[in-house]
């Protein structure tokens, strides 16, 4: 991976880190499904209108939407409704690297390189040691909502692979009109656990306080998580296997437990911070392209260097 998508794989884990206190702030003021049918509705609606459809299997574009929108979303917004502390959820909801790269394999038949696999242990470990040491100090976030984000990990898992299947011609068209994908059912899913009363008391009360910070927080996942990020995740996926480009995930909950942090007193220790620093030399290393042995300098004399054409790096 050249450095410059190396850069914006690391922007979009910023940007999704910080996505978590958002979505906290959003959950304060809209029941969970809702908060899911309503932030991809005010996508669809104008991507419906405006943008023109990509070319793209519609197998795979309702396969993107399904496993991106509906199920890693519903799982996650249900997982932190019912108690997972924002920073331990953008923990494990990276369960996605590991699950995107054994989707990969199975699915698309991509080859797991040597080095890839001792990155993504590396992360791993890391990821565990965070986990394990939320759960001694005190289990607050319990059982279910744990397995809640793993299921909604496995769902954004299923959505790369099934973007990387799709090849559209325009990534970005493609990502917008996923959004198309979850607000019909989700809406459908809010009537049905939500209730038809929880949804109104949210739409009544936007006048207060709660209510602002939620709609900033929304703003923020609609414009910036999603239209942004997202739309420079799929790129990358459509540049590079799934392998090289998940385990740059595992970047957002150093991000999330940082954000968490500052903005909702989650405060981590020296441990968890030390764990983090692991989790970070695990991605680099699982997507550093190996060092390719100098050539031989010919004994002929050679062109200046200026006339010689430059190779690109083959993508691993």
């Not at 969970?32 to 996508?43: G, H, I, S, T």
């Not at 990509?54 to 932190?80: D, N």
């Amino acid at each position: 991976m050249p450095p410059r998508d190396r850069l914006l794989a690391l922007a979009v884990a910023v940007i999704w880190g910080l996505n978590f206190p958002a979505i906290h702030l959003s959950l304060e003021q809209f029941p969970p499904f809702f908060l899911v049918a309503l932030r991809f509705a005010l996508l669809a609606a104008p991507t419906l209108l405006l943008v023109p459809r990509p070319v793209a299997p519609v197998r795979w574009l309702i396969g993107y939407g399904v496993g991106f929108g509906v199920l890693q979303f519903a799982f996650l917004y249900l997982a932190m409704d019912t108690g997972m502390p924002t920073g331990l959820a953008s923990l494990v909801l990276q369960a996605s690297a590991p699950f995107t790269v054994l989707l990969g394999a199975a699915w698309l038949r991509e080859r797991i390189t040597a080095r890839q696999a001792v990155g993504v242990a590396v992360a791993i470990c890391g990821l565990g040691g965070i986990a394990a040491l939320r759960a001694g100090a005190g289990a607050s976030a319990g059982l279910l909502p744990v397995v809640l984000t793993l299921c909604g990990g496995l769902g954004w898992a299923f959505g790369n692979v099934s973007s990387r299947q799709a090849h559209p011609d325009s990534p970005l068209r493609f990502m917008l009109w996923m959004s198309v994908v979850p607000p019909l059912p989700m809406l459908a899913l809010s009537l049905v656990v939500d209730g038809p009363a929880a949804i109104g008391r949210s739409l009544t009360t936007l006048g207060t306080p709660t209510a602002a910070w939620a709609l900033a927080g929304l703003t923020f996942t609609v414009l910036v998580a999603t239209v942004v990020g997202s739309g420079i995740w799929t790129a990358l996926l459509a540049r590079h296997p799934s392998g090289v480009v998940a385990p740059f995930s595992m970047l957002v909950p150093v991000v999330g437990i940082g954000a968490s942090w500052a903005f909702l007193g989650e405060r981590p220790d020296g441990a968890e911070l030390a764990l983090g620093a692991l989790v970070v030399a695990g991605v680099l290393v699982a997507t550093r392209a190996p060092r390719r042995p100098a050539r031989a300098t010919p004994a002929a004399p050679a062109a200046p260097a200026a006339a010689l054409p430059a190779r690109a790096p083959t993508p691993r």
